[in-house]
Each structure stands twice: as structure tokens, then as C-alpha cells.
């Protein structure tokens, strides 16, 4: 049997040709009745539309960008990276579209990988981590009329930039009040410094915790150093550094990890409720038990990957941002 036609799906389907063309560039203002019965005529007869044909048809390439800095090794190379890029990638090909991954790096030639895929328009959108969310980046994707989304919250001073979150805020608000909730009352936080000044997500965890405790009249107590825990070693020497410590927060799992090996088991971990943004999958071997809240990565991903679909196709009412709830793990 030749290959099916258009015409002749439109035929077996009773509509028109338009109306499985639109069926096959994944138009929404279809009904799911006739959507159904296009899409079930196109597997039975095993038509698959052809992307080349698709796209000069219709001006564009059916394909999504994600750009990453792949100098940043120790981004690149945590594994919730790969749960932001499974829900993206969940999304893009339930939308029968393919996913193009590249580096903002300088090359050979005059313009990079990422500056050559906007300005050749070798995408139909893209999706950047906030890491790359610069002035340069956001006037090359305006300047090109480029649909984009940030991973990650805003840094620039323009306001028309979609991005998606977690609200970290509210992590390191749940966070801490579920320590309270557990009777703890001295409550520490691991922030590390300048970490905390560079990245977003950390003072927003900052904040978070801040408000918890200013609710509750109590402390905050920030340090900067696991060895700023030494203190606490003898009763005589914590006495007169203050009240001794019943929880402690890290806000990154390498923060989490230094503790744990601080002075290879020291004896005030016992004491201490530890808690971390996000589970993972050693921690059920863990000699102490670690408290958390569960954030959805796969789930960030996917809003991202939505958001930008809705901008691909000039959809009313996107929103401007997202962010994410968390909640206590278990």
C-alpha cells in the first residue's frame, strides 16, 4: 500500500485537509473528538508527517534549545541538573518536537554556539539556566525576537523575562518551621558566606529561614564555617559562646556532607536534628538521620518546557514567573 495522503486522511476523517494539518502542527483549537479520530486514521495507516516539509511549511523547526555553560563542571555535572532536563525533555517530545542541547561557548568563529543557533534561528524557542541570564544573552534574544524561558529566578533589572523557580523562600520557611514543630528552638543555619551573597537560591533559603524564626521570636544564627561548631565541643567553652544548638540547617548537600565528616564523627552530631533542601539517595545510609524538603526538579523542568511552548505560540495569559511550593519529605 502507498503512503497515505493528507487529503486522504481528511477524507477517512470527514474534515478537512486544514483541520488535519492543524491536527499534525499541534493546533489547540481542536476539539479532542476530532483530534482523536485524525490522530487514530494517521497510526492506523502508520503516517508520519515529515519534519523538513512541516517546517517550510510553517516557518519553523519543531525544535527546542537548552543551553547550558558547560565550563560550570560542578553544575554540569549534579544530578539535579538531569532532573530539570528530564522534565523538559518530557514535555518537548509530547509535543512531537525535537531537543537541541548547546554550550554558551566561544568556538573558532567570531559568535558562539549558542549567539549562531538565536541569530540563524536554528530553534523555535530556547531555555537557558539563570547562570547564563546576562545582559548580553538577553539583548541577543530580544534583538532576534527569540521565545526563551529561565531556569531559575531573575537577576536583571528588566522585568520581562519568564522564568521558572522553586520558591526557596518558602523551602527554607517550611524547613525551619518543621524543625519548631519538632521542639527545636536553636536552630543554626549553614549558609557559607560568600555563597550566600552570590547565589539567589541560597539567601531566598536565607530569607526563609529568617522569617521562621523572627515569627517565633527567635535568633537567627548563621554561620559561615563548620569549624565555627568547635565551639560548642565543651560545655565551659559553648557556655559563654551562647545557647548550644538543637538543629542545624545546611543549605547545599556539600554543606550537608561537611558536617558529617566534620572532625570524623564528633559527638554533638548526636545531639543536633540535621536538615537539607532536598532528598537524595544516600541518605538512607546515613548514620544520622536527616531531615528535608522535597523539591521537584522534574517538575521544574516541565513548567519550563510549558512556558515555553506558550510563548512559542502566542498564547494569552502566560504568566511572567513561576515558582514552585516544596514541601517536608518522608
Not at 24 to 36: P, Y
Not at 214 to 233: C, N, P, T, W, Y
Request: a negative charge; proline letters at 4%.
Amino acid at each position: 500500500m502507498s503512503k497515505i495522503t493528507i487529503q486522504e486522511i481528511a477524507i477517512l476523517a470527514g474534515v478537512n485537509k486544514a483541520t488535519v494539518s492543524r491536527v499534525i502542527n499541534g493546533n489547540r483549537n481542536i476539539s479532542e473528538k476530532t483530534r482523536k479520530k485524525v490522530e487514530d486514521i494517521m497510526k492506523q495507516y502508520n503516517y508520519v508527517p515529515n519534519s523538513i516539509a512541516r517546517g517550510l511549511a510553517t516557518n519553523k523547526t519543531f525544535t527546542v534549545g537548552f543551553c547550558f555553560d558547560y565550563t560550570n563542571k560542578q553544575a554540569y555535572a549534579n544530578p539535579f541538573f538531569y532532573k530539570v532536563l528530564q522534565g523538559i525533555e518530557e514535555v518537548v517530545y509530547d509535543r512531537d518536537h525535537m531537543f537541541l542541547m548547546m554550550s554558551d561557548h566561544d568556538g573558532k568563529s567570531d559568535r558562539s554556539t549558542f549567539e549562531r543557533v538565536v541569530v540563524e534561528h536554528r530553534v523555535d524557542g530556547v531555555i537557558i539556566p539563570n547562570t547564563l541570564l546576562n545582559e548580553r544573552n538577553y539583548e541577543l534574544l530580544a534583538k532576534h525576537n527569540m521565545p526563551f524561558v529561565v531556569s531559575g529566578e531573575n537577576t536583571l533589572p528588566q522585568v520581562d523575562v519568564p522564568w521558572v523557580d522553586i520558591d526557596n523562600v518558602q523551602a527554607g520557611r517550611v524547613l525551619t518551621e518543621h524543625l519548631l514543630n519538632l521542639g527545636c528552638r536553636s536552630i543554626m543555619i549553614y549558609a557559607g558566606g560568600s555563597a550566600a551573597l552570590r547565589d539567589k537560591f541560597l539567601s531566598d533559603r536565607l530569607t526563609g529561614y529568617r522569617e521562621a524564626m523572627r515569627q517565633h521570636h527567635l535568633e537567627a544564627q548563621v554561620i559561615e564555617h563548620a569549624d565555627l561548631l568547635k565551639s560548642f565541643h565543651d560545655p565551659q567553652e559553648y557556655a559563654s559562646e551562647g545557647q548550644r544548638p538543637d538543629a542545624l540547617i545546611c543549605c547545599t548537600h556539600e554543606q550537608l556532607f561537611e558536617i558529617l565528616d566534620w572532625e570524623n564523627g564528633n559527638p554533638l552530631l548526636a545531639e543536633l536534628a540535621l536538615a537539607t533542601f532536598d532528598s537524595f539517595p544516600m541518605s538512607k545510609y546515613l548514620k544520622y538521620p536527616v531531615h528535608f524538603v522535597e523539591i521537584d526538579l522534574e517538575m521544574m523542568g516541565k513548567q519550563a518546557a510549558q512556558m515555553l511552548f506558550s510563548l512559542m505560540n502566542k498564547e494569552p495569559g502566560v504568566p511572567p514567573s513561576i515558582s514552585i511550593r516544596t514541601q517536608i519529605g518522608k
